[in-house]
């Protein structure tokens, strides 16, 4: 399966990097993001870095490779960004 923008990195984890007008938009993103995370019970490694963009790596740490629950939240995490 592959999600909009998701890049699988070593067969562990999928990652993307989301990219806004500015350090407020992507700091509301990684909130949301953080919300999100919180009500799936399933926490991804969330870096805020430059001034505009925002890297997310997905795996589930139970298994050491990627599961459905990293799919679901990533196609979540897109739906939040594309809003």
Known sequence: MKIEQWEVVGNKSLERIFKFKD???ALGFVNRVGELAEEENHHPD???FSWNK???TLTTHKEHRI???DFNLAEEINKIYNK
């Open 67 to 69: 599961t459905d629950k």
């Open 46 to 48: 969330i870096l805020l």
């Open 54 to 56: 925002v890297r997310i």
């Open 23 to 25: 350090f407020k938009e």
